[in-house]
C-alpha cells in the first residue's frame, strides 16, 4: 500500500477521529457556526475559549442569529467576536465551503432546528449549512448544539438522521454536579464539553471524578450554589 507523505500523515494523527479521540494541545483550525437559535452565548463563548488559546478560527453567522444576538447580548456580533474570521451565511465563495480547505471541526453553537433539519436533508443553501456538509463529506468532526424545547418527533427524526450520517448531536443542557454559581459557570459546563468533542484541550469545566479521588479532578472543593450573575457573565464576554 502507498505511504502517505509525511506532512499528511502528522495531520492524520493529529485529527480527533484518529489515534482514539486524543486531546490535542498543538494548534488547529476550527469553524464555528451560529444559527438563530436562542443561546447565542455559547458560540462567542466558544469562539473567544479557541481564538485565545491560539487556535485559528473561522466563524459564520447567520441572519437570524445577528437578531438573537442583539436581544440576549445587547450586541452586535462582529464586536464579541473578535480573533475570527467572520463571515455572513451568504459568503459561499468563503475557504470554509470547500473541502480542499483543511480544517480540524466544526461546531455549530447553537444550532437552531431550521438549520438542524437542512443539514439532515443536505439543503445547502447558505454557508452555515454548506461548511457543515463539508466536514461531513470530508468525515471530519462536525458537533451540533442543538437549542430546542419541547422536541417533536420531526425534530428528533432529524437528529437521527444528522448522527447517522457523522454528525455529533449535543443538547445545550449544562451539568449541574459542579455546583455552577453563576450564568457563566453554566455556558462553560458546555462550551467546555464541546471542546472536548473538537479534541482540544481545556479546563472551561470542573470535570468529574468520583468520589475516591476527592470528586473533582481539580481537587477544588464544591462550592454551595449562588446566584445567577449576569454581570460577570457580561464582563466576560466583552474581555
Not at 37 to 51: D, E, M, N
Not at 120 to 128: F, M, P, R, T, Y
Not at 137 to 155: F, G, N, Q
Request: a positive charge; aromatic letters at 4%; hydrophobic letters at 40%.
Amino acid at each position: 500500500m502507498r505511504r502517505a507523505a509525511p506532512a499528511l500523515q502528522r495531520r492524520r494523527l493529529r485529527h480527533p477521529l484518529k489515534a482514539g479521540r486524543r486531546i490535542q494541545a498543538d494548534l488547529g483550525r476550527y469553524v464555528v457556526g451560529m444559527s438563530g437559535a436562542s443561546g447565542a452565548i455559547y458560540g462567542v463563548r466558544l469562539v473567544g475559549a479557541l481564538a485565545s488559546a491560539g487556535h485559528e478560527v473561522y466563524a459564520v453567522v447567520s441572519d437570524a442569529a445577528r437578531i438573537t444576538s442583539r436581544y440576549e447580548l445587547d450586541a452586535p456580533l462582529e464586536d464579541l467576536l473578535r480573533g475570527a474570521r467572520v463571515y455572513s451565511e451568504r459568503d459561499l465563495d468563503a475557504p470554509i465551503s470547500s473541502g480542499s480547505f483543511r480544517t480540524d471541526g466544526m461546531a455549530i453553537a447553537p444550532c437552531s432546528m431550521r438549520t438542524l433539519a437542512a443539514i439532515a436533508h443536505g439543503v445547502e443553501d447558505n454557508l452555515l449549512v454548506r461548511a457543515a456538509m463539508v466536514h461531513l463529506k470530508e468525515r471530519r468532526r462536525l458537533i451540533l448544539l442543538v437549542r430546542e424545547a419541547p422536541l417533536s418527533t420531526i425534530h428528533i427524526e432529524n437528529m437521527l438522521r444528522a448522527s447517522s450520517a457523522g454528525a455529533i448531536v449535543m443538547p445545550a443542557s449544562p451539568g449541574f454536579y459542579g455546583r455552577p454559581r453563576t450564568i457563566e459557570d453554566l455556558v462553560d459546563s458546555v462550551v467546555g464539553r464541546v471542546m472536548d468533542l473538537l479534541g482540544v484541550e481545556n479546563s472551561l469545566a470542573r470535570r468529574w471524578a468520583g468520589p475516591d479521588e476527592g470528586r473533582f479532578l481539580d481537587h477544588q472543593p464544591p462550592v454551595a450554589p449562588g446566584p445567577l450573575d449576569r454581570g460577570r457573565l457580561r464582563e466576560r464576554v466583552e474581555h
